[in-house]
């Protein structure tokens, strides 16, 4: 039951980015270890860039001024890796020739540690600008995870890739939307965003002087839609948005 409740509160996470340090704090425990860190990185958008720890209390600096080096790193020590797939510190170092920390050659800045030691890395999104992976990690010289913990993670894992995925598309619309919005905003010319119902999502203030000039044409009606004053326009404009 404790496990479908993260699942849950994984995939609520996905809406609403304060959850996850509840969920980052709720692996820990189940598993032994000490932290876990939840990155999102987009290379073209920067707003879009979030840390999340388990017991950090702020990342935010980590974020602006670090976060470009850190997922230079993770690129080149999960190269190769696929969504999902659970990467050990065993892994890495093998990888790597030396271990995660002597990699770095100072503790990552990522979860201000000075004595946790890499577990576990499970890359979450690694395609085109946008990278995001998760990281747990031990005090150092602490055991190592146990095999039901493992075996937890791996559970968890599809359904941590789910969400980022999830919040990744919402994110990105909107961000594609604000800057289509503010495009709008620079255009001297009539332009209007209507949905398929013809409910107006933003109007020019050229298009807003047109079409009040233009009542014989087109108006805007109470419930703020478009409206052409010929039906037979009206309903093959209607159909043309269906059909898209």
């Not at 425990?29 to 932290?35: D, K, L, M, P, T």
């Not at 503790?107 to 990278?131: H, N, V």
Request: proline share 3%; glycine share 4%.
């Amino acid at each position: 039951e404790s496990e479908s409740k993260l699942i849950g509160a994984i995939y609520e996470a996905a809406f609403d980015l304060a959850k996850w340090k509840r969920v980052l704090v709720d692996i820990c425990e189940h598993i032994c270890a000490n932290q876990a860190s939840l990155l999102f990185y987009d290379a073209q958008h920067s707003p879009r860039n979030f840390v999340e720890t388990a017991y950090n209390q702020n990342n935010q600096e980590f974020v602006e001024n670090h976060i470009g080096e850190e997922v230079e790193v993770l690129r080149n020590i999960l190269v190769g890796c696929q969504p999902g797939q659970l990467v050990s510190a065993q892994i890495i170092a093998a990888q790597l020739g030396m271990t995660y920390e002597e990699y770095l050659g100072a503790p990552a800045k990522i979860s201000e540690r000075q004595d946790y030691q890499a577990r576990m890395a499970i890359p979450l999104i690694t395609t085109g600008m946008t990278y995001s992976v998760l990281g747990l990690h031990c005090l150092h010289g602490a055991p190592e995870l146990s095999a039901d913990a493992v075996e937890f993670v791996a559970r968890l894992s599809p359904h941590v890739v789910n969400s980022l995925c999830i919040h990744n598309k919402l994110t990105s619309t909107q961000t594609d939307y604000n800057a289509l919005i503010e495009t709008l905003k620079l255009a001297n010319s009539p332009a209007v965003l209507v949905d398929k119902n013809l409910m107006i999502l933003h109007m020019s203030g050229c298009a807003e002087r047109v079409i009040s000039g233009n009542p014989e044409l087109i108006r805007v009606n109470g419930n703020y839609q478009l409206e052409l004053k010929s039906a037979r326009h009206q309903s093959m404009l209607l159909d043309l948005l269906a059909s898209l």
